[in-house]
């Protein structure tokens, strides 16, 4: 079994090889094959030192393609890692995580802008958008207002200073899974997994602020990375800590 998985390496100069795509053979442990991982449709000077627009994000194998994010394009390859094709839209800002959900249907977070996308893989056509902060429930919950953009104009590198994550409407919607039909989200700002499709909260935990990544089991156990505490915390669909790796 191959495993593929991505980097960023943070304060890289940005016109310097910045991250890769990984393939790693999980027999052996051994890397098999690593490319680097550069924009492919836009060329751009990022000032910012964090990992910003530098490497890749999330990582989807389907069936013989492997699609990696990152910053403001989804790059398909072969699983040998042969580059294909690049998919960019104009609401492709800061992409942090994929799901496939079934065909060439592929959710993307888009975080710099908080909204997810749902893709077609071979014609990069956008078939849904969700934006969050345009929820009056979470707008009431947690004070927020709907973003202010031009949702028609190209805003993949206009939010690129660190700047938009410190506005108090910023969600840091960083991760999507599909449960029972629904569609769910992380919130890494407030610490919360919400039900996009009922628009609903689902719980909130101070121990997940600055979580990532997002995954609902078949029984409904909810799998999030800590990223600050380095763990993995397993939840109950009540939001009750099951077991923490």
Not at 101 to 126: C, K, M, P, Q
Not at 205 to 217: E, M, S, T
Request: net charge neutral; hydrophobic share 40%; glycine share 6%.
């Amino acid at each position: 079994m191959d495993l593929y998985f991505s980097t960023i390496f943070r304060y890289a100069p940005p016109d310097a090889q910045a991250g890769e795509l990984v393939r790693l053979s999980w027999e052996n442990k051994q890397v098999t094959h690593r490319v680097p991982i550069q924009s492919k449709t836009l060329q751009f000077d990022d000032r910012n030192p964090r990992g910003n627009s530098r490497g890749g994000r999330g990582v989807a194998v389907i069936d013989d393609r492997v699609v990696v994010a990152g910053y403001c394009e989804m790059q398909v390859y072969d699983r040998d890692l042969n580059f294909l094709y690049p998919i960019t839209h104009s609401l492709m800002a800061g992409i942090h995580e994929v799901l496939h959900e079934s065909g060439d249907r592929l959710w993307i977070t888009s975080t710099t802008l908080n909204v997810a996308l749902l893709i077609d893989i071979r014609t990069g056509e956008v078939l849904q958008q969700i934006w969050p902060r345009e929820i009056s429930t979470f707008q009431k919950h947690w004070n927020i207002e709907p973003e202010n953009i031009d949702k028609k104009a190209d805003n993949r590198i206009r939010f690129l200073e660190a700047d938009v994550f410190k506005n108090k409407n910023h969600l840091h919607f960083n991760a999507i899974s599909i449960w029972q039909g629904d569609v769910y989200g992380l919130f890494n700002r407030f610490g919360a997994v919400v039900n996009l499709s009922s628009e609903k909260i689902v719980f909130e935990d101070p121990a997940i602020k600055g979580a990532h990544n997002l995954f609902i089991n078949d029984d409904g156990l909810i799998f999030i990375n800590d990223t600050r505490n380095q763990g993995i915390n397993i939840y109950g669909m009540k939001g009750n800590l099951v077991k923490r790796i």
